[in-house]
């Protein structure tokens, strides 16, 4: 099992990027992929899931209404649009992929994932 992440770089503040994640060796309605970030010096964040059957999403308070994920289960890919970008966005970002489906409760939580990507930086300059 891969995950691929991609799509990271340097982009001012208010800008977008668009993050690709792309999974091979599983089938896409595998159940939750989530984006997290770890900026320098801090502890790592959940930022976004989807669940890849349902499309059901859930969002960090930090990013709801800036960031949109979304999934393309033919192309096994889910996307983390990031629009309105900060400095405080600046961050490794990092895809992951649960078996089951999480909930509000548990989507957060890094050791309900079994598989990890290897991270794209994304650098938000002010």
């Known amino acids: 099992v891969q995950l691929q992440a991609s799509g990271g770089g340097l982009v001012q503040t208010g800008g977008s990027l668009r993050l690709s994640c792309a999974a091979s060796?599983?089938?896409?309605?595998?159940?939750?992929i989530t984006w997290f970030r770890q900026a320098p010096g801090e502890e790592r964040e959940a930022v976004s899931c989807?669940?890849?059957?349902?499309?059901?999403?859930y969002y960090a308070g930090s990013v709801k209404g800036r960031f949109t994920i979304s999934r393309d289960n033919a192309k096994n890919t889910v996307y983390l649009q990031m629009n309105s970008l900060k400095p405080e966005d600046t961050a490794v970002y990092y895809c992951?992929?649960?078996?089951?489906?999480?909930?509000?409760?548990?989507?957060?939580?890094?050791?309900?994932?079994?598989?990890w990507g290897q991270g794209t930086l994304v650098t938000v300059s002010s």
């Open positions: 992951a992929a649960a078996r089951s489906n999480l909930i509000s409760s548990s989507w957060r939580i890094s050791t309900n994932y079994d598989y």
């Open positions: 989807i669940r890849t059957r349902s499309g059901v999403t």
């Open positions: 060796g599983i089938t896409f309605d595998y159940g939750s």
